[in-house]
């Protein structure tokens, strides 16, 4: 079966606009940690994070080519995916900007490979840095599941460019 279409000559909309049709599709937030070669911890805020596979259990999540984070994720065996929980705006903004101290005043204790997973989150994902997939302005990355934990509890979204929650009933 033939299943190709034409492509269209041109786009009918514009970046901007682009961005504002993605903004009305909800997404959790989640900050994505790990540690430097120096011992130190790096985050940051991802809200493009989506399930894969139950078997094996794969994750995805994606950052962008341009990100000066990008040779430290690139380069990692490990990463933790933290999903945010409602209340967790600050840590949300905390890790969406360069700061020199990040992890100064937050609460997380360590993985079983010394990553930092953040107190209070709904859910986290100790990740293998299984692939990498250069597409578009971004690099998206699998990472196969080898320990996580849930505690369930009222989510952190993101939607129009707001935070907001999801309910807990």
């Known amino acids: 079966m033939n299943t190709r279409s034409p492509r269209a000559t041109e786009r009918g909309f514009d970046s901007a606009h682009f961005r504002q049709a993605l903004s009305q599709f909800a997404t959790g937030v989640t900050v994505i940690t790990t540690r430097l070669a120096d011992g130190s911890f790096r985050g940051l805020t991802a809200s493009s994070f989506n399930s894969v596979s139950l078997d094996p259990p794969l994750v995805l999540w994606s950052l962008g080519a341009r990100a000066n984070s990008l040779p430290v994720f690139s380069g990692n065996s490990h990463y933790v995916i933290n999903i945010l929980s409602a209340g967790q705006e600050e840590l949300a903004m905390r890790f969406s900007r360069r700061t020199d101290k990040p992890f100064d005043g937050v609460d997380y204790?360590?993985?079983?490979?010394?990553?930092?997973?953040?107190?209070?989150?709904?859910?986290?994902?100790?990740?293998?840095?299984?692939?990498?997939?250069?597409?578009?302005?971004?690099?998206?990355?699998?990472?196969?599941?080898?320990?996580?934990?849930?505690?369930?509890?009222?989510?952190?979204?993101?939607?129009?460019?707001?935070?907001?929650?999801?309910?807990?009933?």
């Open 109 to 169: 204790e360590l993985s079983r490979t010394g990553l930092p997973i953040l107190k209070g989150v709904a859910a986290w994902f100790e990740c293998h840095n299984r692939s990498r997939y250069p597409e578009g302005d971004h690099v998206i990355f699998v990472g196969e599941v080898e320990d996580c934990a849930v505690q369930p509890q009222a989510g952190l979204l993101f939607h129009g460019g707001r935070f907001g929650t999801t309910s807990t009933g």
